[in-house]
Each structure stands twice: as C-alpha cells, then as structure tokens.
C-alpha cells in the first residue's frame, strides 16, 4: 500500500480517478470504489487509518509536496464528491469564505433602479453604449453597434424553482437565430409607468446559439429588483425590448487545454454557455472544472445539465457544489467557496496561457475570489483568493 503523508496529495490524485505512487508520483488508473458515503468510508476503504489522516491534516505548515491536478486516462472511478469536500474541511478548516447574495442583501439593496437585480453587473448602460456591430452570416436578430432595441415576444414561461422562472421569446423569423457568439450576452430594458428612466440589464440566454426561432433564459426574480419583479410578473403574449450582443470573452475551440469556471447563483448562465460550446463541438478538447456556490439545494440552477456533462464526459468535466444552507442530506461541499477547496481543484498557475479561470456572481463573491471589474472594458486587478494562489491576472476573466 502506498504511504502518503500529505492527505490534501491523495485528495488530489482522487479527484480524477489517479493514484499517487511514493516515488516521484507516478500517476495510473486505479480500479473503482463503490458504495463510499464519507471521508472515513473512503479512507478506510483505501486502508489508510483516519486517525493518521487527522493527524497530518492539520500540520498546516507543512507545505503541500505535490499538486496534482490531471485528468484520468481512464474513466474517472465513482467516489463520492462529499469524501473530497470533508477531507478538506479536515485539513483546513472552512474559512476564507464569502457572503453570496442572499435575501437581506437583496432587500437592502437599493430601491427604484438601483434594486438587487443590478448587483451582478453595475455598469449595463455603459454596456449599452458600446455594442459593437457584428459579422452578419445569415438571418439574425441581434447585429449590434447602431441596431437599436429589438421587441421580442414572450412566448411561454415554465416554473424552475421557488425563485426563478425560463423564459422563451420567439423572433420575428422562425427562421433566424440569436446572432450571440460565445460567450457574449443581451440587455434587456423595462420602464415602469412610475420609473423616471429605464432598467436596463444584461442577461446570458441559456439556450443554444444557432438555435432557430426562439431564445430562452433562466431568471432569478429578487425582492426589490424592478427588472426581475417585472419578468415574473409577464405573461404571454407581452413583449419585452433587447439589444446586443454584448460581447465578453471570445472562445475559439482549444484556446486553453483546461478552464475553471468558478460561479454563484444565477452566475453560472455564462458559464453553461461556455460549456455548452465545448462540448457540442467534437474538435474542442478543453478540459473544464466547475465550482458552484448556491444558498440551498434547490437553487443551483442547471445542476441537470451538467449532471449530464458529467456522465457523458467523466475525463473533461468536473462539477463540485457548495451550499451555505445544506440539508442534512446533502454530501456535496458546506460552506462557502474557499482557499481551500480551490487550491484543491483548480488548474496550477504554473500552467501559464494553457488554462483560464472565469468567475461570476454577487459582488461579496468577486470582492473574496478575484476582486471587482472596474468598467465593461476594464477588468480591474487581480486580488482576493485567486492573487493569493498566484494567479495571473491573464489567468482570470470577470464576467
């Protein structure tokens, strides 16, 4: 049996089905382990004494002899992601975490305008104002620059969860697409009859980009958000006005070998967006980790699409769920999203221009992981978490 000193080591080599060696980490398939329900299980199971593991998890200055963060050449094994989630835990404790945007935040907000629907992305009208215009190459909505705003008629809305509603709005043309590449995203505008301007906000659709027709979205409704009060009260046939594409990061196949995208709440919309590029193309061979923060289980939103990514690409994705509120139930992470759990599953620094993390989600989440966007067009420097891993500011994308 291989002896291991370092518990965080092993939780790395698990992570992607690998099996550490005590010379010079070489790396092989490992057979599956079934039926594991924690970290005692699965310590056990890999007869590794859990007192001996408690011992050496909290030698915390002892550094880390080894990160390994690759891939399996072999079907990933099926241990559970709550054995890695409390090996951590274990090792380091849960701190350096962040407050996600819940209902208090939201009601103090702001009022009018200014309401909770707005934290995401405050600069929506100096968006509005530099919409470049786009390669036209077949029919489409949405062209951008001088374009002006488009009305959309909603066509149906279905219930996702206790918060949030998908929308369809259907085009003009059942034979025109969005014009959308990835990953870019639309503003929406509403001005209600007592409202002295407009409430405009941007919004990533969570449906295909060349789909025909129609354009769908997924929107969290927030008490005193103006723009999302008003979408949850629409009904088919209203009309709604939008305008873009507002372009963000330009993905092109195997631009980096491996992506982290690290969301909160409804950030996650441009992160199934970009997955949804890779994955539907069969020359793109990027390899992505998702870590999800939510408040309770039934906020995490597309958690069944990439449930599906995830048994459908067990070597290329990954997806790892933290929740401030878990049911008892739940195996996955507790807590916020922190150092710990990051320095863990995220892609090595070292790696330079061959990965790339992207990040969205409430302020408090930008203001812990990477710090704050300055402007559309400036994405700030590089604090927080991800500046204390040694990233790169080249190395991080804020939505």
């Known amino acids: 049996m291989t002896k291991l000193t ?17 010379n010079n980490i ?16 699965y310590l056990e199971a890999i007869q590794i004494p859990f007192s001996m593991f408690a011992r050496s998890a909290f ?4 550094p880390l002899k080894a990160r390994i ?23 380091a404790g849960v701190g350096g975490g962040y407050y996600y945007l819940n209902q208090r935040s939201s009601l103090n907000a702001g009022k009018g305008n200014k309401g909770a629907d707005a934290l995401k992305s405050p600069h929506p009208r100096e968006e509005e104002k530099n919409i470049p215009p786009q390669p036209i190459s077949g029919p489409q909505v949405f062209v951008g620059g001088d374009q002006g705003w488009v009305d959309l008629k909603l066509e149906k809305v279905e219930q996702y969860n206790h918060n949030t509603k998908r929308f369809r709005f259907i085009f003009p043309d059942q034979d025109q697409v969005s014009g959308l590449k990835v990953a870019s995203a639309l503003l929406v505008k509403y001005q209600g009859p007592n409202d002295e301007k407009p409430v405009i906000r941007p919004y990533t659709p969570v449906s295909d980009e060349d789909a025909k027709g129609y354009i769908d979205f997924i929107i969290k409704k927030y008490p005193r958000g103006p723009m999302s009060e008003h979408l949850h009260d629409m009904n088919p046939p209203q009309r709604l006005q939008f305008k873009g594409p507002i372009p963000k990061y330009p993905w092109e196949e195997n631009k980096h070998e491996q992506i982290a995208l690290i969301a909160g709440g409804t950030g996650v919309t441009p992160m199934y967006q970009l997955c949804r590029a890779i994955f539907s193309n069969p020359a793109d061979k990027t390899k992505v980790t998702l870590v999800f923060g939510n408040i309770s289980e039934e906020d995490i939103l597309l958690k069944r699409e990439f449930e599906e990514l995830e048994n459908t690409y067990p070597q290329r994705f990954r997806a790892f769920y933290m929740l401030d509120h878990p049911p008892e139930s739940w195996t996955g992470g507790k807590g916020y999203i922190n150092k710990d759990l990051l320095k863990t599953v995220l892609p090595e ?32 420097e590089l604090s927080g978490i991800l500046q204390e891993l040694g990233y790169s500011k080249d190395q991080v994308y804020k939505f």
């Open 349 to 380: 620094p070292k790696e330079g221009s061959k990965i790339m993390l992207f990040v969205c989600g409430p302020p408090g989440m930008y203001n812990s992981i990477s710090g704050p966007k300055k402007s559309p067009r400036d994405q700030g």
């Open 6 to 22: 370092e518990p965080i080591n092993l939780l790395r080599c698990n992570l992607w089905g690998l099996a550490p060696s005590s």
């Open 26 to 41: 070489v790396i092989k398939p490992t057979t599956a382990l079934s039926k594991v329900t924690s970290a005692t299980s």
């Open 69 to 91: 963060r690759q891939y399996a050449t072999e079907p990933a094994r099926n241990i559970p992601s709550g054995a890695l989630y409390a090996g951590i835990a274990a090792a």
């Open 59 to 62: 030698r915390t200055a002892q």
